[in-house]
């Protein structure tokens, strides 16, 4: 919410000066801080009115009516885990603290109506056939199979616009004519949406090469990912830095289902019984520079671990950003039927 230090009152506060506070923002809160904004209650206008029934005076001091712990959010938190945590504790304003207990921020549920726009562009990777989906994709491009009431692509592409992007690419070869048709473009979405059409497959980034040069850092996504990620928050975090790369990645565990024998030459010094191994892996998104364009070939096929990987070797900075939530890569029979199960209670 804008303006939020007006919420900060100090430790000998009164409670009128609470109430001014809490008057001055309308957020129904006041946060009570010490000389370095770190935290050390919250006094919402609930507290304030119980605190005066019980006979409390205004010029009493607020700090004995306030909350010691309130539930907060940490800075670099994203928008979504952000919001679940209001929703789940019925809260109408949110604290944000950082790793000092200094308040840096107060968010409310309105900052979550109020989204501004991104003049990022997006490019979804929608040109794959899905030859693992056999019978499936015969007659429709994977990223127009239904996942729920419809087309995964309509699915990230809506994630996408709600997070504030308008303006899109879609790489597309196998069946494009399928996915034009259905988007346009993008006007009926509000939205300004291209094709980047490859005369032949050209693998997840090769169409890079078709796109013209953006001013600004970019989001490369699969068109057969549903994933719940802040791409927002993904991206802003990337402008804080100097990467030239951002992937996004997850962790991901794969259970051995026999047990694993350790040995020292043929002597069995410990078997584990069905381990389980943890990987990071890639989610499938990505934040790109307009620089890195320079090292996509026109007309070549090309996958964007190869491109990764030579901008490691050319001294070009990649990082990482950790999403958690709901993802699903829909590249198997058994993905598709476990996205269509899940649906219904991750997306709307």
């Known amino acids: 919410m804008r303006q939020w230090e007006k919420a900060l009152i100090g ?68 928008r979504a885990t952000t919001l679940a945590t209001l929703r789940a504790h019925s809260l109408r304003q949110l604290p944000v603290l950082d790793g000092e207990r200094r308040v840096v921020g107060l968010v409310t549920p309105a900052d979550f109506l109020d989204i501004p726009v991104r003049t990022n562009w997006v490019v979804i990777m ?17 990223p127009m199979l239904k996942v729920g009431p419809r087309p995964i692509l309509d699915t990230i592409v809506g994630n996408l616009a709600g997070q504030g992007f308008r303006k899109f690419w879609l790489a597309v070869n196998y069946k494009a004519e399928q996915i034009e048709r259905h988007f346009g473009d993008g006007s009926n979405l509000e939205l300004d949406i291209g094709y980047l059409r490859e005369a032949k497959p050209l693998g997840t980034c090769g169409a890079l090469a078709l796109m013209p040069r953006p001013e600004e850092p970019f989001v490369v996504t699969n068109g057969d990912v549903l994933a719940k990620v ?119």
């Open 11 to 78: 430790p000998g506060a009164t409670f009128r000066d609470a109430l001014v506070s809490i008057d001055s923002t309308g957020a129904g809160i006041a946060l009570i801080v010490d000389s370095e904004r770190r935290l050390l209650g919250a006094l919402s206008d609930g507290d304030v009115r119980r605190a005066l029934i019980k006979g409390a005076g205004l010029e009493d001091s607020a700090s004995g009516a306030a909350n010691a712990n309130p539930v907060c959010a940490d800075l670099g938190q994203d």
């Open 230 to 348: 802040d791409y927002s928050h993904v991206l802003d975090s990337h402008l804080q830095t100097d990467a030239d790369a951002t992937v996004v990645v997850r962790d991901y565990q794969m259970q051995v289902p026999f047990g694993v024998v350790n040995a020292e030459g043929a002597q069995v010094t410990r078997i584990d019984e069905k381990p389980t191994q943890n990987y990071t892996i890639s989610a499938g998104a990505y934040i790109l520079s307009p620089s890195v364009l320079d090292l996509v070939p026109a007309d070549t096929f090309l996958d964007m671990p190869s491109l990764i990987s030579g901008m490691i070797a050319g001294g070009l900075r990649v990082r990482l950003q950790r999403a958690e939530g709901y993802w699903m890569d829909i590249g198997r029979i058994s993905d598709y039927e476990r996205a269509n199960a899940d649906f219904s209670s991750t997306f709307q």
């Open 126 to 142: 929608a040109g794959g056939k899905g030859e693992r989906l056999a019978e499936l994709t015969r007659d429709t491009p994977k």
